[in-house]
């Protein structure tokens, strides 16, 4: 595994009380970089900072309305770094309110649905994206692997 520089930032509290750790968000962080970069054929091309703002729905919300345009909150926003040759990646921010919510509607433990969002955030900041079809069962394919050698079960399997 790459040892990516990913920090943490906790903007939200709540994120500390709800049974998701930072160790595993920077832990599924640094693995969809691993992952991504292999299955691009640039592993080993560089190692890659990046940061996870844990956030509130307010705050993406903000996020979202400045960047996207779009006055709601959404569960993951990636935010990739200006071209300057460094090794910084960017940045990627969720919110508890609509990570919890979607979880909940889902049936899934809100620690594995943060992860799932995590390494989504981190694989946008790769390039890979899900706007085609094509794209989309390339980016899920990835997720889904990633997900299991953490240990976090196939996410576009609809639960019970």
């Known amino acids: ?49 990046l940061t996870v703002l844990l956030a509130g729905d307010d705050r993406l919300r903000e996020l979202n309305l400045r960047f996207r345009g779009k006055d709601y ?22 919110a508890l309110g609509v990570a919890a919510h979607e979880a909940q509607t889902a049936g899934k433990q809100l620690a594995d649905h943060a992860l799932h ?11 890979y994206d899900h706007r085609k079809p094509g794209e989309a069962r390339t980016m899920e394919r990835l997720e889904i692997a990633i997900l299991h050698e953490l240990g976090v079960a196939n996410p576009y399997t609809p639960r019970a």
């Open 1 to 49: 595994m790459t040892s990516a520089g990913v920090v943490i930032s906790v903007g939200e509290p709540g994120w500390r009380h709800c049974g998701v750790t930072v160790a595993r968000v920077r832990a599924a962080a640094r693995l969809a970089l691993a992952r991504g970069l292999e299955r691009s054929g640039n592993a080993g091309s560089h190692e890659g900072r």
């Open 73 to 94: 909150p959404t569960n993951v926003l990636s935010f990739p770094a200006l071209e300057t040759g460094s090794d910084y990646l960017g940045d990627v921010a969720l």
């Open 117 to 127: 969002l995590t390494v989504h955030g981190v694989l946008h900041l790769l390039g």
